[in-house]
């Protein structure tokens, strides 16, 4: 499914957290270029931040 080794769900360190999803929540349905754009809310770095963002964070919540 998700190549998770390769992917920080981590965003802004000490471990996944809420904040972490609190960060790709904020910039939910952003896309690279655009103004504000954050890289590192674009978690598996497919250029947009979307619901499998949000989904992969949430996923390693709970690991
Ligand atoms: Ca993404």
Do not use: C, H, P
């Not at 952003?30 to 992969?56: C, P």
Request: no cysteine; hydrophobic share 45%.
């Amino acid at each position: 499914m998700f190549e998770t080794k390769r992917i920080n769900a981590d965003i802004n360190g000490g471990g996944v957290s809420i904040g972490d999803l609190a960060i790709v929540a904020a910039d939910y349905g952003k896309q690279q270029g655009q103004s504000g754009w954050n890289e590192l809310a674009d978690v598996n770095k497919d250029g947009k931040v979307g619901l499998e963002d949000l989904a992969i964070v949430a996923l390693a919540m709970f690991k």
